[in-house]
């Protein structure tokens, strides 16, 4: 697969995770200690699916791809959440 073909294919697993979250989770943290560590929650998980891959526990790719796109969900909801605040404050 071509790179900017897996590229596309992130984005659409990541924007799909995201939609997914926010419909099952519509509020975002208010302080930005809690909403990194739901960030970080998730990029560990995506560290134990990349090792269960590794040592042969799973054999399958698609938990990395989940948990990853699920890490990149929550960096654009964080993210997002900084540059609103940041756009609030500066009015």
């Known amino acids: 697969m071509k790179k900017q073909d897996a590229l596309s294919k992130s984005f659409d697993f990541i ?8 419909a099952k989770f519509p509020g975002w943290p208010e302080d930005v200690v809690h909403g990194a560590a739901i960030l970080a929650e998730e990029a560990g998980e995506t560290v134990q699916a990349a090792l269960d891959y590794y040592y ?8 990395m791809i989940k948990e990853a796109a699920q890490a990149g969900a929550m960096a654009l909801r964080f ?10 404050n500066d009015e």
């Not at 924007?15 to 926010?22: R, T």
Request: charged share 50%; hydrophobic share 35%; with cysteine.
């Open 79 to 88: 993210l997002t959440a900084i540059i609103e605040k940041e756009e609030v």
């Open 15 to 22: 924007f799909a995770e995201l939609k997914k979250a926010e």
């Open 56 to 63: 042969h526990r799973c054999e399958s790719k698609e938990k």
